[in-house]
């Protein structure tokens, strides 16, 4: 792909545990003409992860780390990071809590999708939760990550208006469509100025 001259993209690795349609998405951006972004690894703490597909369907390096041993798993990926020069991380479903000795390192410069209307709903059965307390809108939150789960710096948010037919399943359909367009626009908005 042609690159406009005078614009690089910032390496970024994608951490996943599962499906991998936010990874899917922001590879697709990537190759966009002055996306921010370009993903150079794929970071996986499971094994079969399903978006790992992406990595030979793309070309792109992936990398299965054991997290068995907290410190050890995290020592091995701050090492993959440094050695393929990473310099931002976006979290797509990833499923564990980084130390917040990790995050330290990379303070400013790992972000996560969260499927809620943030502080709301933290943690893990949010469409579950939010249909059983009767809410009126859910969406989904882009934020920083820090060491405490689901709570950093909001980027930017999506409101939905929840349906009286809606179930936890259609709606986490909906959410994760509205996802796929904000993902991409809050880390545009972070490198506005490039
Ligand atoms: C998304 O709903 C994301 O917000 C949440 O986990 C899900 C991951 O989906 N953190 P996918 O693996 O990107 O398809």
């Known amino acids: ?69 907290l410190k050890n798993g995290e020592k091995n990926l701050i ?22 000795n990790f995050i330290k390192k990379f303070k400013g410069k790992i972000i996560n999708i969260h499927p809620s209307l943030l502080p709301k709903y933290k943690g893990l059965n949010t469409h579950n939760r939010v249909i059983e307390n009767n809410e009126k809108f859910s969406g989904c939150t882009v934020h920083y990550v820090t060491s405490k789960l689901d709570s950093g710096k909001i980027i930017l948010q999506k409101k939905i208006k929840i349906k009286k037919n809606d179930t936890s399943k259609t709606l986490e359909k909906k959410i994760l469509l509205k996802e796929h367009i904000l993902y991409p626009l809050a880390i545009k908005k972070i490198f506005s100025n490039l």
């Not at 090492?79 to 917040?100: R, V």
Request: with cysteine.
């Open 1 to 69: 792909m042609t690159k406009l001259t005078g614009f690089k993209q910032i390496k970024t690795a994608v951490f996943i545990s599962g499906r991998g349609s936010n990874l899917k998405n922001l590879i697709k951006f990537s190759k966009k003409k002055k996306f921010p972004l370009n993903i150079n690894l794929i970071v996986s703490n499971k094994k079969n992860a399903q978006g790992l597909i992406y990595a030979k369907k793309y070309n792109i390096k992936k990398k299965f780390i054991n997290f068995s041993n």
């Open 79 to 100: 090492y993959l990071l440094k050695k393929e020069k990473i310099n931002f991380i976006c979290l797509a479903g990833f499923m564990m809590i980084l130390s917040s």
